[in-house]
């Protein structure tokens, strides 16, 4: 009878969540990233049609937006757990430590580098495209089947970039 069932509902799934980055940030955000790069690149041939309702460029555009969250709360993830592992919250994961050996501050500048010149480059091919129209008016869908592709490239790459550099920075050992 003393219990407040909102409340202490609310506080227990709280520490639970907030002591469990897995289940907050990586498997929520690994859902939206692969369904968002398999759909968005089912969508990049061109429009599909499923018992009657049609997807396209608004729709490759939101699977964009998965990718760029999936991303993100993966990251946040290991942002999260190496926190928690670093102040005795959580314990060493060998899964974990293995995972941080190989995913450097070095590997994530090359990767991020890589891809945000990908993205780059795609939209300078979408400039090209848009030159042999003379500068005048575009097929929407077309023109977005190159140019969401590049900003989501570019736009993942700068994140993975400064990822790296902050999954490095809670590396660092404390004194």
């Known amino acids: 009878p003393h219990l407040r069932t909102w409340q202490d509902g609310w506080r227990t799934l709280r520490f639970m969540l907030l002591y469990s980055p897995h289940w907050l940030f990586f498997l929520p955000g690994y ?4 369904l968002g790069l ?5 969508l990049l041939a061109g429009p599909i049609e499923i018992r009657g309702i049609g997807f396209d460029t ?6 964009a937006m998965m990718a760029l969250l999936g991303f993100k709360l993966i990251a946040f993830a290991c942002f999260a757990k190496l926190f928690a592992i670093s102040e005795g919250l959580l314990p060493e994961s060998p899964r974990f430590s293995a995972f941080l050996r190989m995913i450097r501050l070095e590997t994530g500048l090359i990767i991020g580098g890589l891809l945000a010149l990908i993205g780059l480059g795609v939209l300078v091919w979408s400039v090209i495209y848009w030159k042999a129209y003379d500068f005048g008016a575009l097929s929407y869908p077309e023109s977005l089947r190159i140019v969401i592709p590049g900003v989501t490239a570019t736009t993942l790459g700068i994140e993975i970039i400064f990822s790296s550099f902050f999954l490095s920075i809670l590396a660092l050992r404390r004194t």
């Open 38 to 42: 398999f759909i968005g690149g089912v």
């Open 31 to 34: 859902a939206l990233f692969v």
């Open 58 to 63: 608004n729709t490759l555009l939101v699977c």
